[in-house]
Every structure is written in C-alpha cells, then in structure tokens.
C-alpha cells in the first residue's frame, strides 16, 4: 500500500512527492516523462535520510528534467497538410468533414491503422506461442498499452502503431501472457521472458523510455 507523505517544492527541481511504499526494499527516485519526481521511502527509511538522498542525486535529476523539457519542446503538433510516419508509411494529415482539429484526425489515422495490422498480430503471436485468447479490442487509451481481461478479452492502446515492432510485440506479448497468469507474480514474469527470448526486463526498461511522437506521454502496462 502506497501513502503519500507529502509534496514539497524545490527551487530547482519543482515539486518533489514523498511516497512511502511498505512493499518497497530500496529507497528511489523516479521521474516520469511530465517531469514530476517522486520520491519512494521504503518502511525502514526515514523522510530525513530520503531528503539527503534527494540532494545527493539533484545533478541527475536537473540533467533529466531538462532532457524531458527539450523533447517536449521537439515534440510540436502536426499541422493539416503535414505527414505522419505509421509502420514505414507515410499517411497524410487531412481533416475530413465533420473532424474537429488534427488531433481528432490522428487518433483516427491510428485507429485505423491500428486496427488493420494489430488483431492479426496479436493472432501470430498466439499461435506462434501457444496462446488463446477471446477477443481483440482497439481503444483510444492514455494511461495504459495494453490490458487482459479475466475472461481474456485483449485491449491495446491505439497508439502501439507508433511503437517499433519489437515494442509492440512485447506489448502484445505481455498481454497474451496474461491470458495464463492473471497478475504479475514470479511465474508471470518467468514465462513472459521466456517468450521474449530471455529479454522481458530489458525491452520493459525501453518501453518506459520511449518518447512517443508529438502530444503522447507514454503509458503503463496492466
């Protein structure tokens, strides 16, 4: 269970949240791509020691809010007329009657793209592994790339297209392995690795850190 102590504000890091974490066993600092920082104390780990931690690692945490502020700034809205790159293809921006503004029209050109090439993945993969699942659905989500439902119904995030297939896949994979351990317990993680070639932790690791074009901030994984 998560408790948050407290948010503070630094001069030069901005908002600083204190979290203490009962199930954590290391005290750590993380920053996600909004530029928020957080801070997880661990049950042992007083708010003092954490406080000297945070200083202790300020010039890492400066270095990476600004490399956060620069790609939101490189990170600009297409304009109607421009092009969009989507799996190798390059798709026009156009804004068809009835279609509010470019953002509108990009969440339709993935979801169509989306919708063409990922139920047939995820089918090669199933097979390809020894999966079954029931159904695949397509979604306009922002917090989430994925989720499995109990009764095995596949939920993926629109945006997956924008991914390099080998993110993609290991979304989908990660998923599909839901369909046999319902949460993320050590044979969940076992067999998810097992699927990837031994390389789960490694391609989690640059799925957080993958910079999705224009507006989108990432997402987790259910």
Known sequence: MNKIENIVRDEKLGEVR???????KNLSIRINRQGEVRVTLPRFVS??????????????????LHEIRTQQQEATMPVEGEWITVRGKQIP???P?????????LWEILLRESKAYLPGRVM?????????YRDVKIRK????????????NINLNSWLVMLPDHLSDYVILHELVHTRYKDHSERFWKALDQVTGGCSKALRKELRNQQIM?????????
């Open 18 to 24: 204190y979290v203490r974490n009962l199930r954590a």
């Open 47 to 64: 708010r003092r020691r954490a406080e000297a931690f945070l200083e202790l690692k300020k010039a890492w945490i400066m270095k990476k």
């Open 93 to 95: 921006i156009t804004l």
């Open 97 to 105: 009657h009835g279609t509010a503004s470019v953002e509108d029209a």
């Open 124 to 132: 090669e993969l199933a097979v390809q592994h020894g999966f079954r």
């Open 141 to 152: 989500m922002k917090s989430r790339w994925g989720s499995c439902s109990g009764n095995n």
């Open 214 to 222: 224009y507006f989108y901030s990432g997402a987790a994984i259910d």
